[in-house]
């Protein structure tokens, strides 16, 4: 098993609206039911303490966009949508160009 990336470097994101990956390691943390680790650095109330990034405000909206005091119960489980890089190299080559890549190799007078 190769090693998860372990920094404090934030990760460019590849895509609008895409989740921000873990940039260190997460082994051991507990995130279930009865718990989340991420919550120990990343709630509202630790950032000054931790200098981790605040959970984003709309992990505390409900599904009818109404804003709660805590965190959504269907944005508990960090790892859904967020996940830890690591050190592997891809199984398969990949050729993503995203899209202010593709937008600069326009031609002059093409869409924008």
Excluded: W
């Excluded at 404090?8 to 997460?26: A, L």
């Amino acid at each position: 098993m190769l090693p998860n990336r372990n920094t404090s470097e934030k990760e460019t994101r590849n895509y609008p609206e895409q989740p921000p990956v873990i940039p260190h390691t997460i082994d051991g943390y507990q995130i279930d039911l009865n718990g989340n680790k991420c919550l120990s650095c990343h709630a509202r109330a630790r950032t000054a303490e931790s200098q981790a990034p605040m959970v984003s405000i709309t992990h505390f909206m409900d599904r009818d966009g109404q804003f709660l005091a805590s965190i959504s119960p269907r944005r508990f489980f960090c790892t859904e949508c967020h996940v830890p890089q690591n050190t592997a190299n891809p199984p398969v080559s990949n050729d993503f160009v995203d899209i202010d890549t593709l937008l600069s190799r326009a031609s002059p007078g093409g869409r924008r």
